[in-house]
């Protein structure tokens, strides 16, 4: 099974600077028949389920402010925050969903405020 | 408005069987893979299983394999999770989410806690 691992996992960022979120997988997860790959990013605040940010590595979902992106191909991905706002404190968790099930999530990254 | 629904959590003793059940309205349920996912308290997420638009095809993660069972009932537009054998370390909130064409997760409800414990 592919496994996908995060850093930090925890990261404290001042108010309208960057903050930057790393997920490696185990294996390639370039679906190479339509050139995508595949890792998403959620979003989770306390006490609420996980909100879709990122899919296909890059696209951002509908709603998403544009200070959240995504970057990466193979084994190696980035999510960035640029101009970091109160909101966005939360725990953030790559997931990917490359061939045959499971489709397994990093351990997470805590965003805090510096 | 798309909505999901869980319910079915409860506290149990080690060993025994619960039945979780996620509601679903607001899209076509017989369009959707959809999953179930699990956090233990304070802890993060976990891929649980999944099951194709026509329940066909099931997958689930090494850990529960043999002790749940995922199904549908595109009919009555739910999904179930059977969880037998259970253990402490099942304990946990379980989330159901719609899948987008059988990988990333659009969609979440607001999760049902199941305690295992004596």
């Known amino acids: 099974d592919i496994v996908v691992t995060q850093s930090p996992d925890s990261l404290a960022v001042s108010l309208g600077e960057r903050a930057t979120i790393n997920c490696k997988s185990s294996q390639n997860i370039l679906y190479s028949a339509i050139n995508k790959n595949c890792l998403a990013w959620y979003q989770q605040k306390p006490g609420q389920p996980p909100k879709l940010l990122i899919y296909w590595a890059s696209i951002r979902e509908s709603g998403v402010p544009d200070r959240f992106s995504g970057s990466g191909s193979g084994t190696d991905f980035t999510l960035t925050i640029d101009s970091l706002q109160a909101e966005d404190v939360a725990v953030y968790y790559c997931q990917h969903y490359y061939g045959t099930p499971p489709y397994s999530f990093a351990q997470g990254t805590k965003l805090e405020i510096k | 408005e798309v909505q999901l629904v869980e319910s079915g959590g409860g506290l149990v003793q080690p060993g025994g069987s619960l039945r979780l059940s996620c509601a679903a309205s607001?899209?076509?349920?017989?369009?959707?893979?959809m999953t179930w996912v699990r956090q233990a308290p304070g802890k993060g997420l976990e891929w649980v299983a999944n099951?194709?638009?026509?329940?066909?095809?099931?997958y689930y993660v090494d850990s529960v394999k043999g002790r749940v069972t995922i199904s549908r009932d595109n009919a009555k537009n739910s999904l179930f999770l059977q969880m037998s054998s259970l253990r402490t370390d099942d304990t946990a909130v379980y989330f159901c989410?719609?899948?987008?064409?059988?990988?990333?997760?659009?969609?979440w409800g607001q999760g049902t806690l199941v305690t295992v414990a004596s």
């Open positions: 989410a719609r899948d987008r064409g059988g990988s990333y997760y659009e969609d």
């Open positions: 099951i194709k638009e026509d329940g066909s095809e099931e």
């Open positions: 607001g899209f076509t349920f017989s369009n959707f893979w």
